[in-house]
């Protein structure tokens, strides 16, 4: 029981050495997206993220390990076979140096992709959605939505006001006293009062005291209701239901695997030699990749490198890491 144990421990972490050996370079671009610049729940949402990619190339790695590696050697034999490989010579271009370059040129190709994006969106502003969204009533950005509708209302004012000319009863007219509305203007038998002698004229209209409205039915039971300003307040919207990701967390799952793509061939060489299992492979990783993950937290905690990485493009990151794997992978043997 005692050897049992003591392998377990030492194949945990074998494959924790393994993980934070081939992976520690993720330190400089998963930075990027953990910095305080972000929102706690994104930030959350990107941690768990690259835990999740991590688990998935451990699974991989096992599903490589029962017999995929030899049918992919096989495949890379027959291509560079018809390339003019020659056997007697005995070069072959490896799995590693096959992976490694292939999430390379995926990475590069993705990186243009980002760089086209950001030319449009933020170099020619083109993005458009903070013009589209600011016509939604309840904006937080600067109030846009409620100014819209608001100015809607002083536009229909001013129409009636010019249909009923200066002694009729719009909204301008209303400001110089009171005026009744009988019932050929409104359905039903009631007539309202308002009462614009308490306004408040330096607020302007979002500042004019609302209580000043009566409404009085026939019988004159119902004088004396307010009415308050239109108010929408954030408290009254579910946060939970209006988070989404940013564009940069977006690409964290495909930056995540395809970076860490040449990681298969460094364990899958080890579950075939036994030197772990799937359980030790999988425990080792969740915790080499928890370490990366607060080296990165704490890494961002100086606030001058935290507000560096987040001026830096996401297309430039992507774009830097896809080099270093490309060049990686041609100078491999």
Same mark, same amino acid.
């Given at each position: 029981m005692e050897v049992a144990v003591h392998h377990f421990a030492a194949g945990v972490f074998a494959a924790l050495t393994a993980k934070l050996a081939s992976s520690i370079d993720d330190v400089v671009w998963l930075a990027a997206f953990l910095t305080p610049n972000l929102s706690p729940k994104e930030r959350y949402a990107n941690a768990i993220t690259y835990a999740s990619v991590c688990f998935i190339q451990t699974v991989l790695a096992y599903l490589i390990s029962t017999g995929g590696e030899a049918a992919l050697d096989k495949i890379i034999v027959a291509v560079v076979s018809r390339g003019g490989h020659n056997e007697e010579t005995g070069h072959i271009i490896s799995t590693e140096r096959v992976l490694t370059l292939f999430a390379g040129f995926t990475l590069f190709v993705?990186?243009?992709?980002? $760089?086209?994006?950001?030319?449009?969106?933020? =170099? /020619?502003? @083109?993005?458009?959605?903070? +013009?589209?969204?600011? *016509?939604?009533? #309840?904006?937080?950005?600067?109030?846009? $939505?409620?100014?819209?509708?608001?100015?809607? =209302? /002083?536009? @229909?004012?001013?129409?009636? +006001?010019?249909?009923? *000319?200066?002694? #009729?009863?719009?909204?301008?007219?209303?400001?110089?006293?009171d005026f009744t509305i009988d019932d050929t203007d409104v359905d039903g038998d009631n007539v309202i009062d308002v009462n614009i002698d308490s306004f408040d004229d330096e607020d302007g209209m979002e500042g004019r005291n609302c209580d000043a409205i009566e409404i009085a039915s026939s019988t004159g039971t119902a004088r004396g209701k307010t009415f308050e300003p239109l108010e929408i307040e954030d408290d009254d919207i579910d946060a939970s239901k209006c988070f989404c990701l940013s564009d940069r967390s977006r690409t964290l799952p495909i930056v995540a695997f395809l970076g860490s793509l040449d990681d298969l061939t460094l364990f899958v060489p080890m579950l075939v030699g036994k030197t772990f299992g799937m359980i030790e492979l999988v425990i080792g990783s969740t915790v080499a990749g928890t370490i990366i993950v607060l080296i990165c937290l704490f890494i961002t905690k100086c606030e001058m490198l935290s507000n560096f990485l987040q001026r830096i493009p996401l297309a430039a990151i992507v774009a830097i890491f896809s080099v270093f794997l490309l060049i990686k992978g041609f100078i491999m043997e």
């Open positions: 993705y990186a243009i992709k980002l $760089g086209i994006e950001y030319y449009y969106e933020e =170099i /020619l502003g @083109e993005g458009g959605d903070d +013009d589209d969204d600011s *016509g939604v009533v #309840g904006n937080n950005g600067n109030n846009k $939505g409620y100014s819209k509708v608001q100015n809607a =209302i /002083l536009d @229909e004012s001013s129409a009636l +006001d010019e249909e009923k *000319g200066e002694g #009729g009863r719009g909204l301008k007219a209303a400001v110089g006293g």
